[in-house]
């Protein structure tokens, strides 16, 4: 069974620094492109950022763009985020989902908030 | 960037009835590379459609996606309780891939 399984959030102070993981089971990670999408509290959908399945490519929304970093760790089923210079704007609930372009799995999502 | 519409914003429908949900996009999608999602309160949300009218896994053939262009609809032909839910849609033929706001399907 295809798990993801996010960590990492909480409480942070504008200007501040956080590190999301998703942990993957059930399939390969090494084989897939993986993403970051989030969601603001009562709001819509927005994708972050992207990474292909051996790192070469990667992709993200003009929004984080300079102040967030993807990675991924293949050995240890395990990808990243990087989230820098945090801003009020970034509140939101941060999902890794699976796959290039379509996103066929979702993990349960990690709640960061930033606030003073 | 795509910007993607839905429309309506809220539905209100019986069990049993008929849903029909629009996408528009505000400038042609590549190849169809449209998708929906429904999504239940405090869950993420889960791939329904793909393709534009590709159905994701264990997926009830009650749900059927169409459209092309600009244009796209995504159809529950006879609603079930546990279809009440927000349902988005989402290009990816154009990066960065967007989604609409989201449509609100709830119970009359």
């Known amino acids: 069974e295809v798990q993801l399984v996010e960590s990492g959030g909480g409480l942070v102070k504008p200007g501040g620094s956080l590190r999301l993981s998703c942990a993957a089971s059930?399939?390969?990670?090494?084989?897939?492109?993986m993403n970051w999408v989030r969601q603001a509290p009562g709001k819509g959908l927005e994708w972050v950022s992207s990474?292909?399945?051996?790192?070469?490519?990667?992709y993200y929304a003009e929004s984080v763009k300079g102040r967030f970093t993807i990675s991924r760790d293949n050995a240890k089923n395990s990808l990243y985020l990087q989230m820098n210079s945090l801003r009020a704007e970034d509140t939101a609930a941060y999902y890794c989902?699976?796959?290039?372009?379509?996103?066929?799995?979702w993990g349960q999502g990690t709640l960061v908030t930033v606030s003073s | 960037e795509i910007v993607l519409t839905q429309s309506p914003g809220t539905l209100s429908l019986s069990p049993g009835e008929r849903a029909t949900l629009s996408c528009r996009a505000s400038?042609?999608?590549?190849?169809?590379?449209l998708a929906w999602y429904q999504q239940k309160p405090g869950q993420a949300p889960r791939l329904f459609i793909y393709g534009a009218s590709s159905r994701a896994t264990g997926i009830p053939d009650r749900f059927s996606g169409s459209g092309s262009g600009t244009d796209f609809t995504l159809t529950i032909s006879r609603l079930e309780p546990e279809d009440f839910a927000v349902y988005y849609c989402?290009?990816?033929?154009?990066?960065?891939?967007?989604f609409g706001q989201g449509t609100k399907v709830e119970i009359k």
């Open positions: 989902a699976r796959d290039f372009g379509y996103f066929s799995f």
């Open positions: 989402q290009q990816y033929g154009t990066s960065p891939w967007t």
């Open positions: 990474i292909s399945s051996s790192s070469s490519n990667i």
């Open positions: 400038q042609s999608v590549s190849s169809s590379y």
């Open positions: 059930g399939f390969t990670l090494s084989s897939y492109t």
